[in-house]
Nanobody, 119 residues
């Protein structure tokens, strides 16, 4: 069982930066791949960034490569998403998610945090 709580969202001008945090509780955190997803109104949820459990290999959707950085601090049971050079198209609700090592799917989700980027 994993509980995830996102924070750090808000309103920012285009070109600005935000750092999202995802605090995890539960003993499965160390064995879970972590990811960030986002969903804009009327659109499907989409993958943003992920970081793997053991290797810390990261993956990003093409539209955020070079702008976003995902990282994790195991001592704090926290995963971060540093978002730089934000664009209006980044506006969405951002969700933190965990994919346990025994699962091929992300099974645990946070409540989401709103990110709004103005022109």
């Amino acid at each position: 069982q994993v509980q995830l709580v996102e924070s750090g969202g808000g309103l920012v001008q285009a070109g600005g930066s935000l750092r999202l945090s995802c605090a995890a509780s539960g003993r499965t955190f160390d064995s879970a791949d972590m990811g960030w997803f986002r969903q804009a109104p009327g659109k499907e949820r989409e993958f943003v960034a992920g970081i793997r459990w053991m290797s810390d290999i990261t993956d990003y959707r093409n539209s955020v490569k070079g702008r976003f950085t995902i990282s994790r601090d195991n001592a704090k049971n926290t995963v971060y998403l540093q978002m730089n050079t934000l664009k209006p198209e980044d506006t969405a609700v951002y969700f933190c998610a965990a994919r346990p090592s025994w699962s091929g799917s992300y099974q645990y989700w946070g409540q989401g945090t709103q990110v709004t980027v103005s022109s």
